[in-house]
């Protein structure tokens, strides 16, 4: 029997594998970082303006600075949202009334045909609005807007009066443009409902008041107050977790149990590594599950949480299937299979489109959708590349009459 030519092609594999997951991992740890909203304090403005007092507003990726002048009640603000598309508009209002949509006092902003930001007010009446442009209740002198490296901003002075008191809420959304360049209406994702939170110019933005949708006290007071960037790093590691193990770890212990098995000399390392990735993302995934129902909200009962629930459910038969797995010539083995198999890859199918759904509701930046992404594409790449050679190796055995599987490709 002639040697087979299995080391370079399993080499070859192993390496950039091995390295695609850790780049996986540090990867979505230094977005998590990087788009944490923690970076307002230390942001300094290109055109050297600069503010006193900032928030991190907790949902859309949004950030609120401004200077407040009490004799006179007036507020100069900057309203800016990095990883904005060209094709979006961006809002920041304020509702005198404390309300969230309807009578907010609106500054709108998107990106002209010819490149420039039109920026204008807009006083919002209704639910079915297209932010058409208005005066608003109080005088705004100044009002401009910028639009660099992905990131839009609105610059603008509010001459508040005695309009807004103290129970004002702040509104902000994001939402793309239409073919016949007005504003559409915006998404009514998890963050885009939760986009509303009290207003105090008087503060110095450490601590906030948000007002979640279905979840306000007396007089829509808030049901939750503490610091802003404290939510949203608690939303940010969940979906890291979730990530990493349901999105990326599960996939790749698929492909290191289809693709490696074909490689003699890779037996029974093969199973190992499977092993690992199987039950490391299992318990990771259950720990990033563990989080998201401590979130709160709609979690459980909204489509995210539901099939988060199945695949830990998925996960947890996996888990058994490892324990009650029959040897590989036993009776029952085919049937096991069949069981293994198909739990697998409906759980991997599910994960994936549930990172998707995930990062929508987080509505984090595009950077995390991308990251994410570029790792898949690696992985698919991955899976494309070793199918055609694991097929050329199996194909070349069975013509020397060295092939000694009862399956193909790791499917036994």
Partial sequence: MS???????????????????TFSFSSLVSISHSQAPSSCSGYSFPDGNSYASCIDLPVLGSFLHWNFTPSTSTADVAFRRPST???????????????????????????????????????????????????????????????RNDEMTIFARLQLGSVVGPGANQVWQVGSMRSDGVPGVHPFTEANMRSVMKLDFSSKGTNSKRVPSGNTGENGASAWTGPAEYDQRRRNFHGVLNAVSWGTLMPAGMIFARYLKVFKSADPAWFYLHTACQTSAYAVGVFGWITGRRLGGNYGSSPHGNIGLVLVILGTLQVLALLIRPKP???????????????????????????????????????????????????????????????????????????????????N
């Fill in 85 to 147: 598309a060209p094709s979006q508009w961006i809002s920041w209002a304020v509702n005198p009334s404390g309300g969230a949509m309807v009578g907010s006092q609106s500054l709108v902003a998107y990106l002209t045909s010819s490149g420039s930001v039109y920026a204008y007010t807009s006083s919002v009446d209704s639910v079915n609005t297209d932010l058409h442009e208005g005066n608003l209740s109080f005088p705004v002198p100044i009002l401009s807007g910028s639009y």
């Fill in 329 to 411: 010539n036993h009776r029952l083995r085919p049937c096991w299979n069949v069981y293994h198999h198909s739990c697998g890859y409906v759980a991997i199918a599910l994960s994936i489109f549930n990172v998707y759904i995930g990062l929508e509701k987080l509505d984090p930046g595009r950077a995390w959708t991308m990251t994410y992404s570029g790792i898949l594409a690696m992985l698919g790449a991955t899976a494309v590349t070793m199918e055609v050679i694991t097929w050329v190796l199996v194909i070349r055995r069975k013509k020397r009459g060295s092939y000694q599987f009862s399956g193909i490709n790791g499917m």
């Fill in 3 to 21: 040697r087979s030519p299995s080391n370079p092609p399993l080499q070859a594999f192993l390496t950039p594998t091995l390295l695609l997951l």
